[in-house]
C-alpha cells in the first residue's frame, strides 16, 4: 500500500469515525456492523501478513523502530512500533511467519473469502504436517474454513491432527505431564495455601477429589 492509499484509508476511518453510532437507526446499524466488521477483519489480516512478511524477509531481524540502525527480532519491533504488550507481539510474530507459509490462505484472507480468526485456526496444521501437505491442501483448507465458524474449524484441527499426527499429539501430553507440580504452604492459621499445575486431562479427576 503506497503512502498516499494509507492517507485515503486514513480518512475513510476518520469519516466512519465520524458517524457516530447513536445517530443512525437500528436498520442502519444492523446494515453497517457487518460490513464494517468485514472491513477491519480483512485490514487486521492484512497487519499480520505485512508482519510476516517483515520477519520473514530479515530472518526474524528486522531494523529497530527508534531508526538508530540498530537490528533487533522482529516481536521487540513490533512491540515498539504499535505499542502492544510483548506477549501480544510474540504471539502476532508467530501466527504471522505460519501464515506466511499458507500464501493460499493469506489471499484468501486479503480477499475476505477467509476470515482471520479461521486464518488463525488454520495456522496450527503448520508444524504438524509437512510444507508439501499443506501446499497441496490449501485450496481445500480455504473451502472448509470459509463456510465453518472458528470453534468448529477449531476442533476439525484438532482432529486432523489426532489423526494423522498422533506423536505430536503424544508430545504435548508428555510435555503438559512434565509440567505438573504442586506446591502447599501452611498458614499456621488453620489453613493451608498452595498452587499447581496440571495436564486439562486430569482436571477433572483433581476437581471430583477436591
Known amino acids: 500500500m503506497s503512502s498516499n492509499g494509507c492517507e485515503q ?4 476511518v476518520a469519516a466512519l469515525a465520524a458517524l457516530r453510532p447513536q445517530s443512525l437507526t437500528i436498520t442502519e446499524l444492523q446494515d453497517r456492523i457487518p460490513q464494517v466488521s468485514g472491513l477491519a477483519d480483512r ?13 520473514g524477509r530479515g530472518g526474524g531481524q528486522v531494523p529497530a523502530a527508534s531508526g538508530d540502525g540498530r537490528a533487533v527480532p522482529a516481536p521487540t519491533w513490533l512491540r515498539d512500533a504499535t505499542s502492544c504488550g510483548g506477549t501480544a507481539a510474540g504471539a502476532q510474530v508467530r501466527l504471522s511467519e505460519r501464515l506466511r507459509s499458507l500464501p493460499a490462505l493469506a489471499d484468501a484472507v486479503l480477499d475476505g473469502r477467509v476470515g482471520r480468526e479461521q486464518a488463525a ?3 496450527r496444521l503448520v508444524g504438524p504436517f509437512g510444507p508439501d501437505e499443506l501446499t497441496e491442501a490449501q485450496d481445500n483448507l480455504v473451502q472448509v474454513a470459509a463456510r465453518r465458524d472458528p ?8 482432529e486432523l491432527i ?7 499429539l503424544d508430545d504435548e501430553q508428555r510435555t503438559a505431564q512434565n509440567k505438573r ?13 498452595g498452587s499447581f499445575l496440571i495436564a486439562s486431562e486430569d482436571y477433572e479427576s483433581v476437581a471430583t477429589v477436591l
Do not use: K, S
Not at 484509508?9 to 475513510?12: I, N, R, V
Not at 470453534?151 to 484438532?158: I, M, N, P, S
Not at 489426532?162 to 505430536?168: G, N
Open 121 to 123: 485456526v488454520l495456522t
Open 162 to 168: 489426532a489423526t494423522h499426527c498422533e506423536p505430536v
Open 9 to 12: 484509508l486514513a480518512a475513510q
Open 181 to 193: 507440580y504442586l506446591q502447599t504452604r501452611n498458614q499456621h492459621d488453620g489453613t493451608i495455601r
Open 151 to 158: 470453534q468448529f474449524l477449531a476442533g476439525w484441527v484438532r
Open 43 to 55: 485490514m487486521r489480516g492484512w497487519v499480520d501478513i505485512a508482519v510476516g512478511e517483515l520477519a
